[in-house]
């Protein structure tokens, strides 16, 4: 389209904004894929549920190994032994086996959520202790090659995340309740 006695490359800079006056385009909605009300429906329980389910996951798998270990059935009796050989491991296992069930239990009732989470990654960090003391349980003879006791000890670390991501989503609730 030209003006009238215009040339055509000056009649784009005097055209009209064809744009509403505030700026803004109106918004045209994107169209919906099929299920993606119960996707979205999903995502909200999702964020309102996850949170706790972690919680409880993790509280059961300390309360869970923790009465192994104080019971004295834990199979992970030796590896803690030959972590720690400067303590007796009839007396090592056990006081981590009360360690972890009172984190658990903490864990599930809720009790100060974000401190219980911070010693209990304190915890699982103590676990790699193992590949300073006792490495020899760790690897293989290939350096990347991991022993059943190393992929014991290397899955804290998904442990360790989860805790964080915990704490993360605890810390962003208090500063929500303390803003409001």
Not at 113 to 137: N, Y
Request: aromatic share 6%.
């Amino acid at each position: 389209m030209t003006m009238v006695g215009t040339p055509q490359s000056t009649a784009l800079m005097e055209r009209t904004a064809e744009v509403s006056p505030t700026g803004a385009e109106p918004a045209v909605p994107a169209p919906r894929l099929p299920g993606a009300a119960l996707v979205d429906r999903a995502v909200e329980v999702n964020q309102r549920i996850a949170p706790t389910l972690l919680r409880l996951a993790l509280a059961v798998v300390f309360v869970w190994f923790g009465a192994l270990k104080l019971v004295g059935s834990s199979p992970v009796y030796d590896l803690i032994a030959q972590t720690l050989p400067f303590i007796d491991a009839d007396l090592s296992v056990p006081a981590l086996g009360v360690v972890e069930i009172v984190l658990g239990l903490a864990l599930a009732a809720g009790v100060l959520p974000r401190i219980t989470l911070l010693v209990l990654c304190g915890h699982l960090a103590g676990t790699f202790l193992t590949f300073v003391t006792a490495s020899e349980l760790m690897w293989t003879s290939n350096p990347l090659e991991l022993t059943a006791d190393g992929e014991f000890v290397v899955k804290n670390l998904v442990l360790i995340t989860a805790a964080l991501v915990l704490i993360g989503w605890y810390s962003r609730r208090a500063e929500e309740r303390r803003a409001a």
